[in-house]
């Protein structure tokens, strides 16, 4: 099964992602993780990619496509399937997703949407804490490490990002809510688009998808 995951910052997408990566053995793609991999990695596309980034401009389209091919042409046949977390953002990006996926001889079979409150999102957003060694994820609340500021699985320090604020959180809301609306318009025509509630816990979050695919798992 093959999906793309659509939700605003704080909507949960990772966490579900990740908790669908490990119980339906799928390849996770997340286009911020795979960007700041190719320019850590120093390679070619992330060093086009790398100016953009510094600079606060978007990555063009065809940077993120090119991308995108790449690593899906890689999925071991291990895998069941792929998720797309964070891409496609645009109408754009959308039909060319459609249009590789057909060179590739594959197809989406849900497009995720999850639907989250702004107070929610608030909410966890201004709790979250990030490990600065390995990238490991808390929350103050829901999410607490054994030893406060201490990563539990490498002993890092962990830091609030700076982007994390109140005031950026809001707009990269509506940002978000604005930009999307198009493609979740896209996939709805399509018949692809299912709604999540993703004000709930976690595993309710992923009760739900597992009630969507049960027939299909």
């Known amino acids: 099964m093959n999906f793309v995951l659509l939700g605003a910052p704080g909507a949960g997408k990772g966490t579900q992602a990740e908790l669908m990566r490990e ?34 401009s978007l990555v063009p389209d ?7 091919k790449e690593k899906l042409t890689k999925i071991g046949p291990d895998k069941k399937g792929f998720i797309l977390d964070g891409f496609p953002r645009t109408v754009a990006q959308a039909q060319a997703l459609d ?14 949407y999850f639907e989250v409150s702004w107070d929610v999102v608030k909410e966890r957003l201004l709790g979250r804490r ?8 808390y929350h103050i609340k829901n999410k607490p490490p054994e030893n406060e500021g201490v990563c539990d699985l490498c002993g890092g ?6 982007d994390d604020t ?22 709805k025509t399509k018949g692809l688009l299912k709604t999540i509630n993703s004000n709930t816990s976690a595993e309710d979050t992923y009760s739900q998808i597992e009630a969507l695919i049960s027939d299909r798992v």
Do not use: W
């Open 23 to 56: 119980r339906l053995n799928l390849e996770h793609l997340s286009t911020g993780d795979l960007l700041r991999a190719e320019m850590n990695a120093q390679s070619e596309l992330g060093a086009k990619a790398k100016s953009y980034v510094e600079s606060g």
């Open 62 to 68: 065809e940077l993120i496509i090119s991308m995108i």
């Open 99 to 112: 249009k590789m996926l057909s060179e590739l001889g594959a197809k989406l079979d849900y497009v995720l």
């Open 130 to 137: 990030v490990c600065k060694n390995c990238g490991a994820i």
């Open 157 to 162: 320090e962990l830091y609030q990002r700076k």
């Open 166 to 187: 109140e005031e950026v959180i809001k707009n990269r809301f509506e940002v978000y809510e604005e930009q999307t609306a198009p493609v979740i318009d896209f996939y």
